[in-house]
């Protein structure tokens, strides 16, 4: 059984990528969604646009102030009246402009990338997971929580290393706080995406690197944001309770550990 009808979900960085693919997932399924943004209001309205049935919103804040994290979940719980399903998908992710190779970055440039993630990437959520938890608890209903990690967090991430490092502490935190929660009926689980084919991620796919990338999967290709969307919609579903504290790979066998 993997239906969400009815079920109010908040989607954390719902604006693009996988995040969006992820609240057009759960309003197929008939889930009442309130997607999150940090800065792009239009990218949101969007996504917003794109979700099938009715009693949708969108939320802005910045998840890296705690207290804007815990007025995100306060809102949606406002516009959509409860909450069952929290995922966790908003982070700052590596790119050129936020490189910091540890042998080739300045003092400035090494601690504004780990202040920033760690934000961004451990805060934001475990700050978002807390106001949610209470929120269940004060109704004493069951719920979901979904953590969206990275494949960095196992392989490594050479010139993002503040990026790696909070994924696997995201991970960590998930198993953590899973075992706290199943008591209470919330499950947690992480998945652990791998390259994904996101607007983001176009121009390096179709540049010099593009055949590099999908060779490093031996399906020759790399993941799509509704293949992460559709892992997510299980994993939050009451069929996938038992997976509570679960780390999913979704990687396309590019990582294996």
Do not use: C
């Amino acid at each position: 059984m993997t239906d969400a009808t009815g079920r109010g979900v908040l989607i954390t960085g719902a604006s693009r990528g996988i995040g969006r693919a992820t609240a057009i997932a759960f309003a197929r399924a008939g889930s009442r969604v309130a997607a999150h943004y940090g800065s792009s209001r239009e990218d949101a309205e969007q996504t917003l646009a794109l979700l099938p049935g009715e009693g949708h919103t969108i939320i802005g804040g910045d998840l890296s102030t705690p207290d804007a994290a815990r007025h995100i979940v306060d809102t949606a719980v406002a516009e959509l009246g409860t909450l069952d399903v929290l995922v966790n998908n908003a982070a700052v992710g590596p790119d050129a402009a936020n490189a910091h190779p540890i042998d080739a970055s300045d003092w400035d440039t090494w601690v504004d990338a780990w202040d920033a993630m760690t934000r961004a990437n451990l805060l934001g959520p475990a700050h978002v997971t807390w106001a949610f938890a209470r929120h269940l608890m004060e109704r004493g209903a069951p719920g979901a929580i979904v953590n969206v990690g990275s494949r960095g967090a196992y392989r490594g991430e050479a010139d993002h290393a503040a990026y790696g490092a909070t994924k696997a502490a995201l991970h960590a935190f998930g198993q953590s706080i899973s075992q706290r929660l199943a008591p209470h009926g919330i499950a947690v689980t992480s998945v652990a995406p791998g390259f994904v084919a996101t607007e983001r991620q176009q121009e390096k796919l179709a540049g010099e690197r593009g055949d590099e990338l999908r060779a490093q999967s031996p399906f020759g290709r790399v993941g799509t944001p509704e293949e992460i969307a559709d892992t997510i919609v299980y994993l939050a579903s009451p069929a996938a309770v038992w997976a509570s504290g679960a780390v999913v790979d979704l990687n396309g066998a590019s990582h294996l550990r």
